[in-house]
């Protein structure tokens, strides 16, 4: 098992410009989210997944779209990036949603 | 909401030393605790958790924490610190929520530094 799998890994993208995150789990996990990881803020949630076709808010979601179209897939959208954006992400799955969570490697992005 | 403190944000032990890595929270119900370390660039592992019953629950790599329900708290602790355990450690709740699912609150983050 490949676990999960976030690809890029780094990005850098301008003001304005639009990207997705790509985030995979070859688990069949139910349960997954996407986090940002700031200095000294810990790790926040943005949005988050209890299966296919069903999604929420977590505590950081502005700026942000997710859609989850199957088990596995679960890509996270800047829509208009911002330098506030500019973060290490980090996807996660769980085979439920109050259990572990199985953290992908991570994308460090940079907005200029 | 609910919120997870780490008061330490950077630790220095001894290499053979022990460690305590503190944790407290703010929940209402009996939360979902967890521990989680992180070395650099990479990923969370997970050290251990606690759902109900034992309040001290055993983890990987020889750590352990205890839940103390009086005092909010999800202390981390290993007997012994290895120079391989330098590394960013993050304490989290999990909410329950009925119908949509759950989310996770993170603490700040603990900073260790092992010294030989």
Redesign the interface.
């Known amino acids: 098992n490949a676990g ?1 799998t976030q690809t890029p890994k780094f990005q850098v993208l301008k003001t304005g410009q639009s990207m997705t995150l790509q985030c995979a789990q070859d688990m069949n996990h139910e ?1 997954m ?1 996407w ?1 940002r990881q700031d200095p ?6 943005i949005h ?3 299966g296919a076709g ?1 999604t ?1 808010q ?2 950081v979601p502005n700026g942000y779209n997710v859609s989850r179209s199957t088990t596995e897939d679960f890509p996270l959208r800047l829509l208009s990036a911002a330098p506030s954006q500019t973060s290490v992400y ?1 996807c ?1 799955s769980s085979r439920r ?5 199985y ?4 994308t460090r992005l940079t907005v200029t | ?1 609910q919120s ?1 403190t ?1 008061p330490d ?1 950077h630790i220095t032990v001894s290499e053979g030393a022990s460690l305590e890595l503190r944790c407290n929270y703010s929940y209402g119900a009996t939360p ?1 605790l ?1 521990w ?1 370390v992180q070395s650099p ?6 050290l251990l ?1 606690y ?1 109900s019953g034992d309040t001290l629950v055993q983890g990987i790599k020889g750590f352990e924490a205890e839940f103390k329900r009086s005092q909010s708290s999800f202390n981390l602790r290993k007997p012994s610190v290895h120079w391989s355990d330098a590394a960013e450690y ?1 304490c ?1 709740v ?4 009925r119908g ?10 603990t900073s260790l530094t092992v010294i030989p």
């Open positions: 999960v349960y989210s986090y000294g803020m810990g790790l926040r949630l988050y997944s209890v069903i929420d977590g505590e980090f996660a949603g109050v259990d572990e969570q953290f992908g490697p991570g | 909401a997870v780490q944000i979902y967890f989680y660039g990479q990923g969370l592992q997970l958790k759902f993050f989290a999990g909410e329950g929520r949509t699912g759950n989310q996770f609150y993170f603490g700040t983050g």
